[in-house]
């Protein structure tokens, strides 16, 4: 299937922006369409993108201050009116704040709230570890009634949110900071719970989320060049998790990677191995943080310090290829 | 109820029942046979514990059987330990974790009020939930979008699970502080109903501004042995107790409808 990337997808020519735009871009377009649309932030408007939607539709935007808790639960409030609320904040706070409220009064209620949270992972670099939230794939996927989408760039956000307001059930859309290639396009198909194929291969699978997507990209073609094969696949929903394309990929290669800015437990590489084991045992090996917290530098750095660069996923993919033998 | 459930709360659903007894058969707009009403009124319970009155209330209103009461905490029934959502007409809000219900009735406030529409939002909360950072930043919201449709009744019967309120966390001067967050604040008689509805008037006319009643109740109101008790707090009564209970209710029923 033809994914429609950008052609010459590692020139330097290759736009670079945040994949939050692509949020922001994608209410606007909804507030337009839709006068049920609602949107709520906590004191970070411009940075969370919901700026754009609050300058046309100030009717149908709240701003709650620095108070996440509430942020979710009027969000709730509003929806149970019949509303679509967005709520919008940094993921360290929303949910790594409220996620009593986005449990309760978002998934319990089973309310069309979308929880989009920016600033995710250790891509927001200089802040440090307290604002770089490495745990909120875990938390939200455990969480009944919801769906968990990581989206690679600024279209495919776009994309995942347009897709989320078509359900009337609670979402979670994970973003960040760092401006970053946008490499998908228009065309590039978006269904929810189904994985891109962006590049096929028969020695091992690499399995990214988010702006690992793209480095694990440049990792098959470093791969391509010593000889290996890689496959790479864009997990963009982490939950519901497309375990058809796990287990093909398991049986065709035989060992898969993982790949993403999170805690390697509860993520994007814990669904894997919960698909694997239950449904066709294979080598796994996990990318992601290891029972730690992140710390400053830029975004390239800390890829490189924690193994989540292309360079970093080379490493690994032939680690795990040794697992194979 | 309670004694059947063989758990639950029963102070503060006692202390309560003339606060649901006024909102339901006196204050509020809603229609049992059609409780998806877009204009009703909204009765957003923050302190889900206090269910079982909640509960009997909407029995009482013709929501639903009475029979049903009995089913209270079993497994299969509609009538949970604390409320859900989609589990029984005339429950607007799943809740339980303290704080979150006023938060709710926020977000129904703002819509109801940028819409233009007549129908309002009454919230109720315990006074230990106010313990809560999450009530607080509700009540600043509310006052930021001058909710004068939301009105939050606050149940000061001055007792939690570990004690009386003064005691595990003070609150007092509360009537000042909930002036001073630009509420509208009236303390009322909670189990006195005259009273109660001459507190929903002055809310009423109030404009601009949000509501509080500073419900003054007895926990276990009715009950000579749960009252004041915050050993009741979140204990059921055996079967002697509640038919004991019972007992000394009957008998106030009969003498009101003596009157």
Known sequence: MDMHLVPDLFSAGVVKKANRDGFGKAIVELGEKDSNVWVLTADVSESTRTHWFAEKFSDRFVQVGVAEQNLAGAAAGIAACGKKAFISAFGAFSPGRNFDQIRVSICYNNVDVKVHASHCGLSVGPDGASHQILEDIAMMRALPNMTVLVPCDLEQAKKATLAAAKLKTPVYIRTSRENVAVFTTADTPFEIGKANVYRDGKDIAIFACGLQVYEALKAAEELKKKDIDAAVIDMHTIKPIDSQTIISFAKKCGVLVSAEDHQVDGGLGSAIAEVLAENHPAHLKRIGMKNS????????????????DAAGIVKSVEEALKMKK | MLVEAKSGHPAGSLGMADVFCTLYFGVMNHDPKNPNWPDRDRLVLSNGHICPVLYASLAEAGYFPKEKLMTLRK???????????????????SSGPLGQGIS?????????????????????????????????????????YNLDNLVVIIDRNNIQIDGTSDDVLPLEPLTEKLSSFGWNAIVADGNNTNALMHAFDLARSCPDKPSVIIAKTVPGKGVSFMEGKFGWHGKSPNKEEGEAALKELGEARRKLEAV
């Open chain 1, 293 to 308: 917290f992140g710390e400053s530098g830029s975004c390239s750095e800390l890829y490189k310090k924690y193994g989540l």
């Open chain 2, 75 to 93: 497994l299969g029934s509609p009538l949970q330990g604390h409320p859900h959502r989609g589990s029984l007409n005339g429950i607007e809000n």
């Open chain 2, 104 to 144: 709710q009735a926020v977000g129904m406030a703002l819509v109801a009020k940028r819409e233009g529409k007549t129908w309002r939002v009454y919230s109720l909360l315990g006074d230990g939930e106010m313990n809560e950072g999450q009530v607080w930043e509700a009540f600043l919201c509310a006052s930021k």
